[in-house]
C-alpha cells in the first residue's frame, strides 16, 4: 500500500519548521536499519531546538521504511524516537522524562517506499510542541 503525506515537511525538507499544530518543528533523518543520530542531524537538531519555546509540550514520533518485519519496526521506530527525546535532553532542552515519544514502524509514509530515495526520507524522527496555554 502507497501512502504519503503530501505537503509534510518531512516530504522533503529538513526544518526547522514554524510552530504550526499538527506539524513536526523538525525532521531527524536516520540510516536504514539504524537509531544512531549522525553528527550532522545532531548539529542540525542543537540548531533548530533553540527555537523551541521553553516550557513547550514536546512529541517526538519515529518512524521507518517499509522494509523489514512490522515488530522489528515498530522497535526501530520506537528506538529512533527515544535517541532524539536523549539528545534534547543533553542539550537541555528538556527533561527526557517530560517527553512523549511515540514509534510508529510501518505506517506514516512521506514518501514512496518503491524508490531508495522515498525510503530514506521515510526513516525519520519528528519533533511536535504543543504550547502550553496559560491559565486565566
Not at 514509534?103 to 524508490?115: F, L, S
Request: one cysteine or more.
Amino acid at each position: 500500500m502507497r501512502t504519503a503525506l503530501t505537503g509534510h515537511p518531512a516530504a522533503g525538507h529538513r526544518g526547522p519548521f514554524p510552530a504550526v499544530e499538527g506539524r513536526p518543528v523538525h525532521v531527524v533523518q536516520f540510516a536504514f536499519a539504524s537509531a544512531a543520530i549522525t553528527p550532522d542531524e545532531k548539529r542540525d537538531l542543537a540548531r533548530a531546538a533553540k527555537d523551541i519555546p521553553s516550557g513547550a509540550s514536546i512529541t517526538v514520533k519515529g518512524y521507518t521504511c517499509r522494509i523489514g518485519p512490522k515488530a522489528y519496526n515498530d522497535r526501530l521506530a520506537r528506538a529512533r524516537a527515544d535517541a532524539v527525546a536523549h539528545l534534547l535532553d543533553r542539550l537541555g532542552i528538556a527533561p527526557y522524562a517530560s517527553i512523549r515519544i511515540e514509534g510508529h514502524g510501518k505506517c506514516c509514509y512521506v514518501a514512496d517506499n518503491d524508490t531508495k530515495e522515498g525510503r530514506a526520507r521515510n526513516r525519520r524522527a519528528e519533533i511536535y510542541i504543543t504550547l502550553r496555554k496559560e491559565k486565566p
